[in-house]
């Protein structure tokens, strides 16, 4: 694919692509899901009899799962419904239908189709990319605390990862990060929001230490909790992406758009970097993991209510913390960091006794606790827990 090669035409294929995912789905394959409410099982939602149910998707019947940062909301009814259908087509290959999400995704940020490369989910593209840029003994810079998992992969693969410690609020410090940043470092990876925090840099500040950087390393932001900030557009790094900066910037299906067991996600960077990536991806997306994503992506309807839902969710964890006097982060994402002031794996053993799953301790900080902000009645369930989890 050429960079020069014209994006497109948005409206057209956007109609085309809706109306091709849904065309052939009766009502009965695209299932309801009141709000806030926990489908029994999966059978229940498509209408499959219960004997062609398949054990091992989601949670144990009784547990609430706030472990994970998964959206339970989704996927959204058209994502079901042309993931089913494209489930029935699963006898051929997938190719086309991975240019039409390319093409959603360029026309909504506004690059080239080469900009783009799509992975199994935003952890295989930022793996692809940390091994290609540590290759040849660069290493990777980062805070002290983040989603390491993909640098951890380059790791066992030989790579060196540097990192800077954060402020005293526990949020990521551009000027120690830029310190480290000699040399020898081919990457930095910063998440924003971060995670486990669930802080969100500055936008303007983050766009000055890039400019610092870039021509010193690539530099890589995973904006995989982006939808769920307050200003999606406005903090997120697309703009330098668009000028052609040395900056990568990831995004999932994982998370707002509640596919996580699907699997597809995407990283955007100019044509050269962009180029790396693909050639250390290894697999491709399932047909019904690129319907899924084809269909959800522009379903404005549902990412408004899963945000909505989750903000409300937030805003019931930080109540009833601040209640107990626990310190929490200022969070932009689905999940919430609580300071429980004690061992915070004990915390966690607590609630597991009552089949409420969340993290343990972080990185080091042995009474911080981080909960994933899963259904509101599962929220409802961790709070009225605290107070007997804690020990009071």
Known sequence: MSSKEPIASGPTRRRFVGAAALAALSPAMAPSVARGAQPETVTQQTGEPAD???????????VALLSRNENPYGPSEKAVAAGCSATAQGAFYADRSLLYLVDMIAEKNRIPRDFISISAGSGEGLCA???????DGGAIAAPSLFWDTTVRYAERQGAKLVTAPMKSDLSIDLNALEKIVTNNVSLVHITNPNNPTGMLLDPEELRAFILKVEGRATVLIDEAYNEL??????????????EGKNVIVSRTFSKIYGMAGLRVGYLMARTDLTARIRSNIMSWISGPGLAA?????????????????????????????QSLGLRTLPSQTNFVFVDVKNDANAFRDEMRRRDIHIRGAYHGLPSWSRVSMGRLDDLKRYVAAMPAALGG
């Open 52 to 62: 062609h149910a398949v054990p091992g998707f989601g949670p144990a019947p009784g």
């Open 129 to 135: 990319a940390a091994q290609s840029w540590t290759r």
């Open 229 to 242: 900030t307050a200003d999606p557009d406005g903090s997120s790094m697309i703009d330098l992406v668009r």
């Open 293 to 321: 994503a084809i269909a959800s992506y522009d379903d404005e309807a549902f990412l408004a209510d899963s945000k909505s839902q989750i903000i409300e969710g937030r805003e019931m964890v930080v109540d009833a913390a």
